[in-house]
């Protein structure tokens, strides 16, 4: 068992050397709250937007993706399906995030 003086239950203390009075050092946590100070609409528009960048990027990349399949598979190398899959893709995103900013919750 712990001793009550031990120094790992008191809080961190120091003393300086021109005065005999403990001084105390706050850390970090106590600086910062643990909560974001940032308001809920901020964090929940932050959140929408995360959303929707990573599923822009997703749906034109699978889109891109097929059109790369498509355009080896059936159309003997030519470029427009990339193009057309990555804005199918693009456009399916972009619908996804105005649903989402449209949203009142």
Do not use: Q, Y
């Not at 961190?12 to 940032?38: G, N, W």
């Not at 159309?75 to 949203?103: I, K, Q, S």
């Amino acid at each position: 068992m712990a001793s009550p003086s031990s120094s790992s239950s008191s809080p961190s203390t120091t003393t300086s050397p021109t005065s005999s009075a403990p001084s105390t050092i706050p850390s970090t946590r106590e600086k910062l709250p643990l909560s974001s100070s940032r308001p809920a609409s901020e964090a929940l528009l932050n959140e929408k937007w995360d959303h929707c960048l990573s599923t822009a990027l997703i749906r034109s990349t699978l889109g891109a993706s097929f059109g790369v399949i498509f355009a080896v598979l059936i159309f003997r190398r030519r470029p427009w399906p990339v193009f057309v899959g990555a804005g199918f893709g693009a456009g399916r995103a972009w619908e996804e995030c105005d649903a989402a900013f449209r949203r009142r919750n």
